[in-house]
């Protein structure tokens, strides 16, 4: 009996002691997961206060002609006719018909296209220097004095780079006037060309191979080994595919010639870009609606055959609905995959400088992308600033997009 | 498919003949040679695994969903093999309803798990009546009438399966298979169950598997025992009326399956 105590508290010793090893051995996972989610936030901020930092801050603007100079009153409070009548006297006389053939005559413009061309054509500002948003709000003294020592011409402002004038106006030459208005458009027009081609397609076949060809033949799973190896064939390639296709063999469809549009010369058009993309994310998407399907109980559609449903009753009833959340939640990852590639437009031939906006499926485009990534190309420093507004807009419209997926999702699922 | 007009001495609802299945290679049936006689429960009983499932789900070709399923031999309904090559399974399936062991209400409204079959299957009277009808001749009309709209996995577990049986009314079956609807549930729930098979009894044909042999004993009129060859097939042993099975077994398995000897 005595035996039989002692041992057990030995035993109860040994135990406790392992059981403390496990517990120890539970907290260093722990901790390193906590680390790890630790590091990935650090990354996104990193990002995040990297382009913020030059998307906002203190800039030094020199003016070529002091706004206060062209009139008695403060350029704000002139009317239509006052600016009209500024812009006749200090501009010369070709300058000014050129505008008018292009936009009509300055009588019948609007405040904001006169106050526009104002600035553009006579006071013409120039960002001489632009300093970081960390420098602007920590050393703003700093700033100063080095705009007072370095450009004493120059005047000291807040600008933020992202604002509803660079949403508004074209592509430019200029930094201090280029906005991203022709590439907010294109992108929009690629991602909705892309989608509505993408979207049945993909769906269509995950139906296909999920619901019809289970268990069949070779074909079949030759077929869905070689969607497994599309999706990760790097997106150049299927650039290089529509250049292939799209632009060049099916040129005359894709410029719009063969259906009497005026557009583009050349299949460089955005639908050449749509269906490429399209492509692009076929893959993800059949995938994506596959592990969707797949999902769906084998008990609901047992139900429905048993009800006397043909498969495409029970398919399009109960199948469908059930694994829509799922198919939206593949949607959502191919279109953020969508929007953010530029590979595949440089092949197929996206403009880099563009100011008309797109007019349909054959017009030449640009996106968003494709106008970051000219810009940071470029040698003088402001383009980097437009370069990071614009970066913004690409994440802001990427989450809105998100976030509009995610509401659809979920009313879907909501609905019992 | 023409429906005949019964002949007087033709009690049979269903019946299979030389019924043999396969899966892939494996023989999951043999030689089973099964009579329904109408407006009667008939209950299978036996071992796991000894094809009673199979065999029910072959009288609506459910198994042609199963790969590599075969059939072979004849179910005669209405003096017509339906494993025919000119017999749509989809219409088999209407005028043979399934109640599965598991409920499994469509993700959808009350209302809707009712109409659903019968609007496809191009029901063109008035939807309400048929859905209290057949929710209150599966007993289920009082306890949801005031909850049409709401979610049918909102219900209990006896009510969903109710509401599956009432799903499978609604189409107007003539057969309804059911394949232990009530193993999923607690006693009192399986008595309303078996009650209102009693009840459907007088319009509907039941063939109801199950493991539960008091549950054979109460509710069935004839009871069908299968069990296990050495090769692993099922082989029905015996059939008859569930007074002499369960009272006079003929066959000696028979007997021992149902004193608990063997199980």
Redesign the interface.
């Known amino acids: 009996m005595k035996d039989f105590i002692s041992s057990a508290t030995q035993d109860d010793q040994s135990f406790e002691k392992f059981l403390r090893r496990r517990h120890k051995i539970a907290k260093v996972w722990q901790a390193v997961f906590y680390a790890s989610t630790l590091i990935a936030i650090v990354f996104l901020a990193t990002l995040l206060v990297n382009i913020s930092n030059r998307a906002f801050g203190y800039v030094a603007v020199e003016n070529r002609v002091d706004p206060d100079t062209l009139a008695a009153r403060p350029l704000d409070d002139l009317t239509e006719e006052e600016l009209a009548a500024v812009i006749r006297e200090r501009l010369r006389p070709n300058r000014v018909r050129t505008i008018e053939r292009d936009s009509g005559a300055l009588e019948q413009q609007t405040w904001d296209q006169l106050y526009a061309i104002v600035i553009e054509e006579i006071v013409q500002p120039k960002v001489v220097k632009s300093y970081p948003l960390l420098e602007s709000i920590f050393f703003p003294e700093r700033v100063r004095l080095d705009v007072a020592e370095n450009y004493p011409k120059a005047e000291l402002e807040f600008r933020s780079w992202l604002n509803a004038r660079f949403l508004r106006v074209p592509m430019s030459s200029r930094p201090e006037l280029a906005g991203v208005r022709t590439a907010v458009l294109g992108s929009i027009y690629l991602i909705l060309i892309t989608i509505s081609i993408a979207f049945p397609l993909g769906v269509g076949a995950a139906i296909y191979l999920e619901e019809y060809a289970?268990?069949e033949n070779r074909i079949n799973r030759i077929i869905q080994t070689n969607i497994d190896n599309l999706a990760g064939v790097p997106s150049i390639i299927y650039g290089i595919l529509g250049l292939a296709v799209f632009v060049r063999t099916l040129g005359t469809f894709t410029s719009g010639a063969y259906f009497g549009i005026e557009g583009a010369s050349t299949g460089r058009t955005l639908i050449s870009a749509g269906l490429t993309m399209a492509l692009l994310i076929l893959p993800i998407l059949i995938i994506n609606a596959q592990e969707a399907i797949r999902a769906v109980?084998n008990?609901?559609?047992?139900?429905?055959?048993?009800?006397?449903?043909?498969k495409w009753?029970t398919v399009w009833?109960?199948v469908l609905p059930?694994a829509m959340p799922g198919i939206l939640t593949g949607t959502i990852l191919a279109i953020s995959r969508a929007i953010g590639e530029t590979a595949p437009l440089i092949v197929v031939g996206a403009s880099t400088f563009i100011v008309s906006d797109p007019t349909g499926p054959f017009s030449n485009f640009t996106a968003l992308p494709i106008q970051i990534y000219n810009w940071t190309t470029r040698p003088q420093d402001a383009f980097r600033n437009i370069a990071a507004a614009a970066i913004l807009v690409l994440l802001i419209s990427l989450l809105s997009l998100n976030a509009i997926a995610i509401l659809l999702r979920n009313r879907f699922s909501k609905r019992? | 498919m023409d429906v005949q007009p019964m002949n007087e001495n033709n009690h049979y609802a269903i019946e299979a003949r030389n019924l043999n299945i396969y899966y892939g290679n494996f023989q999951a049936v043999r030689d089973v040679n099964l009579t329904i006689q109408r407006n009667k429960i008939t209950a299978i009983i036996g071992p796991s695994g000894c094809g009673k499932s199979t065999v029910l789900r072959a009288f609506?070709r459910?198994n042609d969903?199963i790969?590599n399923s075969r059939v072979e031999g004849e179910i005669l309904y209405h003096d017509k093999n339906i494993y025919d090559p000119d017999v749509d399974a989809?219409?088999i399936?209407?005028?043979i309803?399934?109640v599965?062991q598991?409920p499994?209400?469509?993700?959808?409204?009350i209302y809707e798990n009712v109409a659903?079959?019968a609007r496809?299957?191009g029901y063109r009277g008035n939807m309400d009546e048929l859905v209290e009808e057949t929710l209150r001749s599966a007993a289920l009309w009082d306890e949801v009438k005031d909850d049409l709209k709401k979610?049918a996995?909102a219900l209990s577990g006896g009510q969903q399966q109710r509401l599956?049986i009432a799903?499978?009314l609604a189409?107007k079956p003539e057969i309804i298979l059911m394949d232990e609807p009530c193993s999923a549930l607690d006693p009192i729930a399986t008595l309303k169950i078996e009650d209102l098979m009693r009840e459907l009894s007088h319009n509907y044909t039941i063939i109801i598997v199950t493991h539960n042999m008091q549950q054979a004993a109460r509710a069935s009129d004839f009871t069908a025992f299968f069990t296990m060859a050495e090769d692993r097939a099922g082989i029905m042993v015996e059939f008859g009326s569930t007074n002499q099975i369960f009272t006079r077994p003929r066959d000696q398995r028979t007997e021992d399956y149902i004193t608990g000897r063997f199980g």
């Open positions: 289970i268990g109980p008990s609901i559609r047992q139900a429905a055959y048993g009800l006397g449903a043909t009753q009833y109960h059930y019992i | 609506n459910m969903f790969l989809v219409q399936r209407r005028m309803g399934m599965f598991k499994n209400p469509f993700p959808k409204s659903w079959g496809i299957n979610s996995l599956c799903r499978a189409v």
